[in-house]
């Protein structure tokens, strides 16, 4: 499939011939399972949301919930949407489609078993969904990592595609290592691995994923030209670097080293928000619509992240408030907002071309706007909104019914993404 059928208005250098892409049921499918782990996610945080306002990180459900989010929502989608955007980005097809399908089948399983093992707390189950996970992950390294070696065109896109898969296997290397301790195996630092492992999952492959693709989409979405290039050029690098020495500095105890990560990654972050800053600045689309929305409020709760991790900077990362929040914040504010309105734009486009192909003039007479159910979509926008800025709130005041109120509004907006999945998959079925 050609990108520029998906990306209305694209102005990608897209030139040459197209590889053959997937199926439209390989990422399709990789986005409705992130929309239901969307919806589990919200129902555990509504569970332990007294926890979360009590700064009980460490408590299993609160583990259990973060990785129905990070693993369920943000891997899912992010695997699903490297199926479609690089093989017409790079000029390069997977190199097997029943591999990438193996892959989403041993994910979801991995998600669940690991989540559930977490949950009750039992090694055995998060060491089988470890497993799973690492080849499910496998799986996609081996279908898309070519693309850097390979790629005809956008080449720096594809440096980041790896990049951000190295760190998501590094990051598999310290989940085991915390699921070793859980079996007695060894001692682990708990505070500081978490905190590591943190930052290699949300920053190092979830952000740098973002970035790559972003430096593609973004600009296509908002039809926009002439804006800054240089930044990112840097961002990955940069951002990496600091990964690097945050990671060495905590396992080492070395605060020199920790804060010199730190504020490498910070710089990253003001880089990427100048670069993207651009994009807006340079836009022309005259049609400002839900998945907009939702990339627009992730770059804000980006900001305001990168500005609440400059004010912890010098504070040790350790289970306090002010670092759950940032936590939150970051993953729920950042990356599953941007998921999300990346999945409100290309989604319909999607479902278009299922329909083009079962009934050609139907799907030509169809526009985006009457696929997506737009006041039900700008309502999800705002409600997932107020829920994470809510969360934040209620978690630094240590309020647990402001944040148990906020976990609600989040599993309204999941209720709701979830309709308008399942009114979008109605309309992919014969007759």
């Known amino acids: 499939m050609d990108l520029r059928q998906s990306l209305p208005g694209s102005s990608l250098p897209l030139a040459g011939a197209e590889p053959a892409g997937p199926s439209l049921s390989l990422p399709l499918c990789h986005f409705a399972a992130a929309v239901i782990w969307l919806n589990l996610g919200a129902a555990a945080l509504v569970y332990s949301s007294p ?31 490297m199926y479609q955007f690089v093989p017409a980005v790079t000029g390069v097809p997977l190199r097997n489609e029943r591999i990438a399908w193996t892959g989403w089948f041993l994910l979801q399983a991995g998600v669940l078993a690991l989540t559930a093992g977490l949950w009750t707390w039992r090694p055995v189950l998060q060491g089988a969904g470890w497993i799973l996970v690492f080849g499910a992950v496998g799986c996609s390294a081996w279908n898309l990592l070519p693309a850097r070696r390979k790629a005809a065109r956008n080449r720096a896109v594809a440096v980041y595609l790896s990049l951000a898969h190295s760190w998501l296997g590094l990051n598999l290397v310290l989940a085991a290592a915390r699921i070793g301790d859980a079996f007695g195996w060894w001692h682990t630092s708990r505070s500081g691995l978490v905190a590591v492992h943190f930052h290699f999952g949300v920053i190092g492959f979830a952000t740098l994923t973002i970035v790559g693709i972003g430096n593609r989409m973004i600009p296509a979405f908002l039809q926009a ?81 990168t500005a609440i991790g400059a004010t912890l900077l010098p504070t040790k990362p350790a289970p306090g408030r002010g670092w759950i929040a940032y936590a939150v914040l970051a993953i729920l504010g950042w990356v599953v907002m941007m998921i999300l309105g990346v999945m409100h734009r290309v ?82 079925l014969p007759g």
């Open 51 to 81: 926890d979360l306002a009590a700064g009980n990180l460490f408590d299993p459900r609160i583990f259990a919930t973060t990785h129905l989010f990070t693993l369920g929502v943000i891997a899912t989608a992010i695997f699903g949407a």
């Open 225 to 305: 030209k002439g804006y800054p290039e240089w930044p990112f050029r840097w961002v990955g690098w940069t951002a990496s670097a600091g990964l690097l020495l945050l990671g060495a500095g905590i396992v080492a105890g070395s605060g020199v080293t920790r804060n010199c990560g730190a504020t490498l990654m910070l710089a990253s972050a003001v880089l990427y928000l100048y670069e993207v800053s651009g994009y807006f600045r340079r836009r022309s689309t005259p049609d400002f619509d839900p998945g907009l929305g939702f990339i627009t409020i992730a770059h804000a709760y980006l900001a305001l992240a």
């Open 347 to 428: 989604v319909p486009r999607l479902v278009t071309q299922q329909i083009r192909i079962r009934e050609g003039a139907r799907a030509a007479r169809l526009g985006r706007g009457e696929l997506l159910h737009r006041p039900a979509a700008w309502l999800t926008c705002a409600t997932m909104a107020g829920a994470v800025a809510g969360l934040v709130g209620g978690i630094s005041m240590g309020s647990a019914e402001v944040t148990g109120a906020a976990a609600v509004a989040l599993a309204v907006a999941a209720a709701l993404l979830l309709w308008q999945g399942l009114r979008l998959a109605r309309m992919t």
